[in-house]
C-alpha cells in the first residue's frame, strides 16, 4: 500500500494504491483518499486524469469530476 500527497486547485489532498489483493488479480490505479468524521474511510474513482502522481509531482488533465468535490461527498 503506498500512501501520497497531491494537490488540486490549492488545496492538498491523498492518493492510495494497492498493489495486490488476496482475492482478485492486481490493482494497478491510483485513487484519491478521504479520511474524515463521521463517514471514515472513503476511496474515489481512478485518478486517470493525473499524471506523475507518485513522483510528486502531478500534472492535471483533466475535469475535476474523478475527485471528491468535499469532505463530505464524493463527486459523480
Known amino acids: 500500500m ?3 500527497f497531491f494537490e488540486v486547485a490549492g ?3 491523498r492518493a492510495i494504491s494497492v498493489i ?3 482475492s482478485s488479480g492486481h490493482e494497478r490505479t491510483i485513487r484519491e483518499l478521504q479520511i474524515c468524521a463521521p463517514d471514515g474511510i472513503q476511496v474515489g474513482k481512478s485518478l486517470t486524469e493525473f499524471h506523475g502522481v507518485l513522483t510528486g509531482v502531478p500534472q ?3 475535469s ?3 475527485l471528491f468535490s468535499s ?3 464524493i463527486a459523480e
Do not use: Q, V, Y
Open 2 to 4: 503506498l500512501l501520497r
Open 64 to 66: 475535476m469530476g474523478n
Open 11 to 13: 488545496e492538498i489532498r
Open 60 to 62: 492535471f488533465t483533466g
Open 20 to 22: 495486490k489483493k488476496r
Open 71 to 73: 469532505r463530505d461527498e
